[in-house]
């Protein structure tokens, strides 16, 4: 089992950056896949970036590729998320999550180690 710690959120103006940090605990984090996902209200949970254990390949969702960029540093068990150019429907909880298998995948489903969410809020 994996635990995840989210920091960084806040409320900033449209066009600002955030950067979101995701501390992890347990012995398999460098082995896992991680991701981000976010909801917001009234609204699914949806995959937002991933990145791979094995070449630190990355993975995005079409609606912030180019302007959100996934991280990690396996000796500081830590992923991070640097998001610029924020519009207002970037609005919502991000999650960080610790993938089941080995498998990089943008389903909740997939994803088996959850953290407690940190709320970003952006202005227009």
């Known amino acids: 089992q994996v635990q995840l710690v989210e920091s960084g959120g806040g409320l900033v103006q449209a066009g600002g950056s955030l950067r979101l940090s995701c501390a992890a605990s347990?012995?398999?984090?460098?082995?896992?896949?991680m991701g981000w996902f976010r909801q917001a209200p009234g609204k699914e949970r949806e995959f937002v970036a991933g990145?791979?254990?094995?070449?630190?390949?990355?993975y995005y969702a079409d609606s912030v590729r180019g302007r959100f960029t996934i991280s990690r540093d396996n000796a500081k068990n830590t992923v991070y998320l640097q998001m610029n150019s924020l519009k207002p429907e970037d609005t919502a909880v991000y999650y960080c999550?610790?993938?089941?298998?080995?498998?990089?995948?943008?389903?909740?489903?997939?994803?088996?180690?959850w953290g407690q969410g940190t709320q970003v809020a952006v202005s227009s």
């Open positions: 999550a610790a993938a089941k298998t080995y498998y990089s995948g943008t389903s909740p489903s997939d994803f088996g180690s």
């Open positions: 347990g012995r398999t984090f460098s082995s896992r896949p």
């Open positions: 990145i791979s254990w094995s070449d630190g390949s990355t």
